[in-house]
C-alpha cells in the first residue's frame, strides 16, 4: 500500500473526512425519516405548518453543514501521488497475499525494461538506418533496395532482385518486421499510389516464398548487431535469384505438386522443395 | 502474364482428333489440374493488294484470344506486330482497298483451359472452315517472365502429360534480341499460335482421320 499512496496522503484527516461522510449520509437520511413521518399533532394546521417547516429547515441545514465540513475534510486529505506508472493495473498492489503472487513488483520490473529497450533502439536515428541499408544495396549487383519512410517513422524496404521477385520488408528501427514477397510482374502500389504492404501474391510459389521469408526472419536474430541480422537475411533473400532455375538438391527435380524448389537452407543456402527439405 | 509456350500435338495413333483431346483432359485431370472455362485463338488472313514494283504480296494476319478479349493483334510473318484495341477490326474494313480479306482462310482454336498450381493450360482443337486440323497445347508458367530462367522447369511440367511429344524452345525466344532473357510478352504467344495455324494449314491430314 506504502508504494502506490504514498507521502500525499494525510491518514488522520483521511480518517475525519470518513466520518465526515457518515455524518453526512444520517442528517440526509433525517431529512427523509423527517419527511415521511409528515407533520405533529398540534393545536391548528397553522401551528403545524410552520413547526414542520421550520424543522425542515433544520434538517437541511445540518445536511449543509455536513456537506461543507466534508468539502473541507477532504481538501486536507490530499491526492495520492500522480505518477503511477501502471495505472490501472497498480490497483494490483492492493493484493494482500503478496509473497504468493508478487504480480505487481514484476509486473513494475517488467515494464521498466521495457521502456528502456524501447528508448535505447529509438537511439538508431534515421541516418544510421538509411547508411547501414544503402551499404548493404551495395553488396549485390542483381538486387536493389529502395528505402521509403510511409509513416514518417518507420522504413519499408522495396527490394527488387532482377527479374524475379520484389519483395516488401517493414523495419521497426533496425529490426525487421515483416515481409511480403511477390512476382516480378505484379502490382506493388494500392489504389492510393501507396506502396501495399499487405497483400499477398497471387502466385502460390511467392506466397511459398513469404512464408520461409517469415522463417528467415525468426530464425535471423542477433539483438546487439541488429545490422548483421539484415545482412544476412538480405544474402538468403539472394539466393532466389536461380528460384525457377534451380532444381530441388534433395529429389533433383524441378516440381513438386506444381512448385519449384522454394526453401533456402538458412546456412548452405541450397535450395530444396518445402517437402523435400531435411 | 507468364512465360507462354505453344505447340502442336500430333494426332495419337489409331485415334480420332476428339478423342486425343479427351486423352489429354483425362491426363491433366489425373494431374489435379482444374477446369476453369474455355479459350478461342482466332486469325483471319489479309492480302495486301498494293503490289509495288513486282515484290511479291505479302500476308497480314489479324488474330483475337479470349485471354485479352480488349484488344487485336496484327502480324506480317516473320515482320512487325502490333497489338491494337478492338477497333482495329473495323479499321480493317475501312482499309479493303488495300487488304483483302481471304474469307477460306480463317483459322481457330477452341478449347478449355486447366489451372495447375502456378500454369494455366489450354488445350485446343485448330479448325480450318470447320474441319478439324490438328490440336494445339499452350502452357503458360504465370509466376515468371523471363523464358530462358524457367524453360526446364516447363519442359519438366509438359512431360508429366504430353510424355514424349514436348517442344524445343520456341524460336521466338531465341531470336530476340536479349535472346532468352529478355521478357516475354503477349505478342510471343500470338507469333507461336501463327506458327502452329500455318504449319497446321500446309499440312494434308489423311481423310479418315478427320473429327
Not at chain 2, 505453344?6 to 483425362?26: F, I, M, W, Y
Not at chain 2, 500454369?119 to 485448330?126: A, E, R, Y
Amino acid at each position: 500500500m506504502a508504494d502506490v499512496v504514498n507521502v500525499g496522503v494525510n491518514l488522520e484527516a483521511f480518517s475525519h473526512a470518513i466520518n465526515g461522510i457518515q455524518a453526512l449520509r444520517s442528517s440526509v437520511s433525517r431529512v427523509f425519516d423527517f419527511l415521511k413521518d409528515g407533520m405533529k399533532n398540534r393545536e391548528n394546521l397553522e401551528g403545524r405548518e410552520k413547526l414542520f417547516l421550520t424543522e425542515f429547515q433544520d434538517n437541511l441545514q445540518a445536511v449543509n453543514r455536513d456537506l461543507n465540513e466534508l468539502e473541507r475534510l477532504s481538501g486536507l486529505v490530499g491526492r495520492p501521488s500522480e505518477s503511477h506508472p501502471l495505472h490501472n493495473s497498480g490497483l494490483l498492489s492492493l493484493d494482500p497475499v503478496q509473497d504468493k503472487t508478487p504480480l505487481y513488483s514484476q509486473l513494475l520490473q517488467a515494464y521498466k525494461w521495457s521502456n528502456k529497450v524501447y528508448s535505447s533502439s529509438h537511439t538508431c536515428s534515421h541516418w544510421y538506418v538509411d547508411d547501414v541499408i544503402s551499404r548493404i544495396g551495395r553488396m549485390f549487383p542483381d538486387m536493389t533496395i529502395e528505402l521509403f519512410r510511409p509513416n514518417g517513422n518507420s522504413a519499408v524496404l522495396l527490394v527488387t532482385l532482377g527479374k524475379v521477385l520484389k519483395a516488401i520488408v517493414v523495419m521497426r528501427s533496425l529490426f525487421i518486421d515483416r515481409t511480403v514477397v511477390r512476382g516480378f510482374s505484379e502490382n506493388i502500389y494500392n489504389e492510393d499510389g501507396k506502396l501495399d504492404i499487405w497483400t499477398k501474391s497471387q502466385y502460390q510459389v511467392f506466397q511459398k516464398v513469404t512464408d520461409h521469408a517469415t522463417t528467415a526472419l525468426l530464425h535471423y536474430q542477433l539483438p546487439q548487431m541488429p545490422d548483421v541480422v539484415v545482412r544476412s537475411f538480405m544474402t538468403w533473400l539472394r539466393s532466389y535469384i536461380k528460384l525457377f532455375q534451380s532444381p530441388c538438391q534433395r529429389c533433383g527435380h524441378f516440381l513438386q505438386d506444381g512448385l519449384p524448389p522454394t526453401w533456402r537452407d538458412f546456412r548452405t543456402l541450397e535450395a530444396f522443395h518445402d517437402t523435400c527439405r531435411m | 502474364m507468364g512465360v507462354t509456350c505453344v505447340c502442336q500435338v500430333p494426332v495419337a495413333e489409331g485415334k480420332s482428333v476428339q478423342q486425343t483431346v479427351d486423352l489429354l483432359h483425362k491426363k491433366l485431370d489425373q494431374l489435379g489440374a482444374v477446369k476453369q472455362g474455355s479459350f478461342c485463338v482466332d486469325c483471319e488472313t489479309y492480302h495486301a493488294t498494293a503490289n509495288v514494283g513486282g515484290q511479291q504480296s505479302k500476308l497480314l494476319y489479324v488474330m483475337h484470344n479470349t485471354e485479352t478479349p480488349l484488344s487485336c493483334f496484327a502480324l506480317f510473318e516473320g515482320g512487325p506486330c502490333l497489338k491494337a484495341d478492338t477497333n482495329f477490326d473495323i479499321l480493317m474494313v475501312k482499309l479493303k482497298s488495300h487488304f483483302q480479306n481471304a474469307k477460306g482462310y480463317k483459322v481457330e482454336c477452341r478449347g478449355s483451359r486447366y489451372r495447375y498450381c502456378d500454369f494455366l493450360i489450354k488445350v485446343g482443337t485448330v479448325t480450318m472452315s470447320s474441319s478439324a486440323r490438328g490440336i494445339s497445347v499452350e502452357v503458360e508458367y504465370c509466376p515468371c517472365v523471363v523464358p530462358g530462367d524457367c524453360w526446364n522447369l516447363m519442359k519438366e511440367f509438359m512431360q508429366s502429360f504430353l510424355s514424349s511429344n514436348v517442344p524445343e524452345l520456341p524460336s521466338v525466344f531465341a531470336t530476340k534480341p536479349e535472346g532468352l532473357f529478355a521478357p516475354a510478352d503477349a505478342i510471343d504467344t500470338m507469333t507461336q499460335y501463327l506458327e502452329v495455324f500455318n504449319k497446321l494449314r500446309k499440312l494434308q491430314i489423311p481423310g479418315s482421320n478427320v473429327r
